[in-house]
Nanobody
Framework: QVQLVESGGGLVQPGGSLGLSCAASGTIFGIDTMGWYRQGPGKERDLVALTYNDDSTNYVDSVKGRFTISRDSTKNTVYLQMNSLKPEDTAVYYC???????????????WGQGTQVTVSS
């Protein structure tokens, strides 16, 4: 099995910054996609940012220019640096990874437990 353990999150004032990290551990042969989703109060879980094994990235429009996703493949860890935070960024942030557990190309999707980010004065 594979576990995703998130850290970071918390309470920050509007305009502030916060960093999240997520480390994958367990039976891992390789990781294709890693990234972050979020679920605000009363909302569905939506994409925030993804990074792929070719180092390309994808962001939801609302965070472009403010959030930066990065990845350390040697540590199976993904990071999300969040700047210029807004109250509407308040949500539970979930780590996501698509993992190859053997040499076979089949990918398995995993989620972290979620970490709360609250942007409020």
């Amino acid at each position: 099995q594979v576990q995703l353990v998130e850290s970071g999150g918390g309470l920050v004032q509007p305009g502030g910054s916060l960093g999240l990290s997520c480390a994958a551990s367990g039976t891992i042969f390789g990781i294709d996609t890693m990234g972050w989703y979020r679920q605000g109060p009363g909302k569905e879980r939506d994409l925030v940012a993804l990074t792929y094994n070719d180092d390309s990235t994808n962001y939801v429009d609302s965070v472009k220019g403010r959030f930066t996703i990065s990845r350390d493949s040697t540590k199976n860890t993904v990071y999300l640096q969040m700047n210029s935070l807004k109250p509407e960024d308040t949500a539970v942030y979930y780590c996501y990874a698509e993992v190859r557990r053997t040499m076979a190309p089949r990918l398995h999707a995993y989620w972290g437990q979620g970490t709360q980010v609250t942007v409020s004065s």
